[in-house]
Antibody
């Protein structure tokens, strides 16, 4: 049973780059899509992007210019970088797995990132 | 971009009631729709995939139907542990979630 755990700074300054890592345990990273999804407090879910086990990426059009995802299969980790952050990027960030490519399951527990000076 | 709407935005019902949530897509998405349950402070959990297929281990009181632009999610007999926010999600063109429906017990 795959389990996911997000890690990274909980506070990022405006205009800087948000960096998060998701560590995968209990399963293989091959033949899976690895996703990042975020949720501002009290609001809905927004898909940020995904990286396939081959390294191929897809990003949300609204965030594409600021997002970079990468994969380190030797460490069983994948990462998110979001540049030029503003207060609007404050949210709980979730990583989620997808074997089918279109369902998100399972999810990590989420990590709160606050953008503030 | 495909936009998703849900109604109602919130509802309150009694234990044992039948609860129905609707989700509408801004364009035809065939059956490319999933439903998730999110309990307070927790990550979402997949309940229904491909509009009507129950994920393994999910109680049979949950069901989904629909195709094209209009979809329905039903809890046949509401239980206290079903208090949560429910989201639809399309995967016809990348991924978009609906705004959610918060379900409470009266």
């Amino acid at each position: 049973q795959v389990q996911l755990q997000e890690s990274g700074p909980g506070l990022v300054k405006p205009s800087e780059t948000l960096s998060l890592t998701c560590t995968v345990s209990g399963g293989s990273m091959s033949s899976h899509y690895w996703n990042w999804i975020r949720q501002p407090a009290g609001k809905g879910l927004e898909w940020i992007g995904r990286i396939y086990s081959s390294g191929t990426t897809n990003y949300s059009p609204s965030l594409k210019s600021r997002v970079t995802m990468s994969l380190d299969t030797s460490k069983k980790q994948f990462s998110l970088r979001l540049s030029s952050v503003t207060a609007a990027d404050t949210a709980v960030y979730y990583c989620a797995s997808s074997y089918s490519g279109y369902t998100f399951d399972p999810w990590g527990q989420g990590t709160l990132v606050t953008v503030s000076s | 971009d495909i936009q998703m709407t849900q109604s109602p935005s919130s509802l309150s019902a009694s234990v044992g009631d039948r609860v129905t949530i609707t989700c509408q897509a801004s364009q035809d998405i065939s059956y490319y729709l999933n439903w998730y349950q999110q309990k307070p402070g927790k990550a979402p959990k997949l309940l229904i995939y491909d509009a009507s297929n129950l994920e393994t281990g999910v109680p049979s009181r949950f069901s989904g139907s629909g195709s094209g632009t209009d979809f329905t999610f039903t809890i046949s007999s509401l239980q206290p542990e079903d208090v949560a926010t429910y989201y639809c999600q399309q995967y016809d063109n990348l991924f978009t979630f609906g705004p959610g429906t918060k379900v409470d017990i009266q």
